[in-house]
């Protein structure tokens, strides 16, 4: 008897009941139909692995597919879906989940925790305010450690590390387990002394390393080379001691003086390497531009390099997108004041 049902393309308007019949099915493709529901009779396919519901009309998950307790592979893209439901969490041995295209604005709180052998999530094409969609476009690690700096889970800490751009961030608009240093001078060698020899990284979960400019500064490629060889270390370093630290490299903030460019030739390294060791990397370069795509001015002091108390709360915003570091309420002014 056939494993595989393929009913792509049918014009159905439901699912006919004798497939329900073959119990011994471990795939079912559905795409390009007219569903908006499923049979209760549905939860009888007790050996189904894989099921594609893509293109269809559902407006909500059907609750019968929490039944299916060997189900690995869903695609329900395509669809009315607003929301993921925490019934979800039903799905233990779920790998793969595929809701692109939906109108899905917001995920469960505890999504990437609660579904441990979640491997791949597909959520393009949705208007996700929850993590955001940064967030939701880097894939179900991303997803895990967002969700679990936004509910503080397992007092895991937050560490920003990085040059003196960030000591301006008021620490009263912190969540309570961020904590910050910002270091004078901090050349990439600077910041590798202090993580090597100062840093407490005891209880962090993630580190987020600010680079600043001071290699830059220099005005020499060689440096700028050297600085990017410099963060390998670094990162070779943590996780030497730390394994369970996630490391997150939060790029050269632009800048408005004659050192712009060599700036976006570091972030170009820095990238490099933070796709090369598996690490997020935050580009904070468009968030600066205006519309026209130049440089807004108003963000910066008069000497073009560092940014004003509204500079300020771009760039604290900027990170916000990647890992949750402020406090959730309208009107959190990061700045100093």
Not at 223 to 249: G, P, T
Request: glycine share 6%; hydrophobic share 35%; charged share 25%.
């Amino acid at each position: 008897m056939a494993t595989e049902v393929n009913l792509r393309s049918r014009s159905l308007l439901t699912l006919p009941l004798e497939v329900c019949e073959k119990t011994n099915i471990r795939k079912l493709d559905c795409k390009y139909n007219n569903m908006k529901n499923l049979p209760g009779r549905f939860r009888e396919l007790e050996n189904l692995r894989e099921l594609n519901l893509g293109c269809n009309r559902f407006r909500d998950i059907p609750n019968v597919l929490w039944k299916l307790s060997k189900l690995v592979i869903l695609d329900i893209s395509y669809n009315n879906l607003t929301r993921i439901p925490v019934s979800i969490y039903e799905l233990k041995v779920l790998e793969t989940l595929d809701a692109s295209y939906n109108k899905i604005t917001t995920l469960p709180s505890q999504f990437g925790m609660k579904m441990e052998n979640l491997q791949k999530v597909y959520l393009f094409g949705n208007p996700l305010q929850d993590p955001p969609i940064d967030v939701c476009g880097s894939g179900i690690e991303a997803i895990r450690e967002y969700q679990i700096h936004k509910t503080g889970a397992d007092g895991a800490l937050t560490y920003i590390v990085g040059d003196s751009t960030i000591k301006d961030i008021n620490r009263g608009t912190l969540l309570g387990n961020v904590k910050v240093t910002a270091l004078s001078d901090a050349t990439m060698k600077r910041v590798h002394h202090f993580l090597n020899r100062q840093a407490d990284l005891e209880g962090v979960r993630t580190l987020i390393i600010h680079i600043g400019t001071y290699d830059v500064s220099k005005g020499k490629f060689d440096q700028i080379r050297y600085a990017a060889v410099e963060l390998r270390d670094i990162i070779k370093d943590v996780y030497l001691i730390h394994r369970n630290v996630h490391i997150v490299i939060s790029g050269i903030l632009p800048r408005n003086d004659p050192f712009h460019n060599d700036g976006r030739l570091m972030n170009d390294y820095l990238r490099a390497v933070a796709k090369e060791d598996d690490c997020l990397f935050i580009d904070h370069e468009g968030i600066f531009n205006k519309r026209n795509g130049k440089m807004d001015e108003s963000l910066f002091k008069q000497d073009g390099l560092h940014l004003n108390s509204r500079g300020i709360i771009k760039a604290a915003h900027s990170i916000q997108k990647v890992i949750p570091i402020l406090k959730n309420h309208p009107g959190t002014n990061p700045f100093m004041c």
